[in-house]
């Protein structure tokens, strides 16, 4: 893992053509998304899985017993793209499905231990990143990071 990690390491000061004075920007959040999943990432190609399953894992963790739908709208991907990982972690028993009590038609998902233990450690690495940085820039920094990512997230 760290050979690859070394060689990702300051990939954002690659001299790219700037065709937009927010192209920087756009890098940095290109490299630094990668930065931040790289090593959870590399975990999660051990065990055969990949960013969408970790995305699924995270929600659910979050929200036990979450209809599909939900996990969809969340996600916001389609039915036909969340098939393929969400089928997978259930037949690794990384997941659960009920029926839901009050709809019978709607399947209601949770972690397994073995699907906790997986999303703790892969998350665990991401926030190791974020922890690292924030602390390097300071409380001001964080703060600065923080509200840009809130106005962005907006957009959703």
Not at 21 to 44: I, K, N, P, S, V
Not at 137 to 145: E, F, K, N, T
């Amino acid at each position: 893992m760290k050979k690859a990690a070394k060689r990702a390491a300051g990939l954002h000061r690659a001299s790219l053509t700037k065709l937009h004075d927010l192209d920087a920007a756009l890098e940095l959040m290109y490299y630094g998304w990668r930065g931040m999943t790289l090593t959870a990432d590399q975990y999660l190609a051990t065990l055969g899985l990949s960013r969408p399953h970790h995305r699924i894992l995270y929600v659910v963790a979050r929200q036990p017993d979450i209809s599909i739908g939900s996990l969809i709208e969340i996600l916001g991907i389609s039915k036909q793209a969340v098939n393929r990982p969400l089928n997978l972690l259930l037949q690794r028993k990384l997941l659960t499905s009920k029926r839901s009590p009050e709809q019978h038609r709607s399947k209601l998902l949770r972690l397994t231990e073995a699907g906790k233990q997986i999303e703790q450690r892969a998350s665990g690495y991401e926030r190791k990143v974020l922890r690292e940085a924030f602390d390097r820039v300071g409380p001001p920094g964080a703060a600065a990071w923080m509200a840009v990512m809130g106005v962005i997230a907006d957009n959703n």
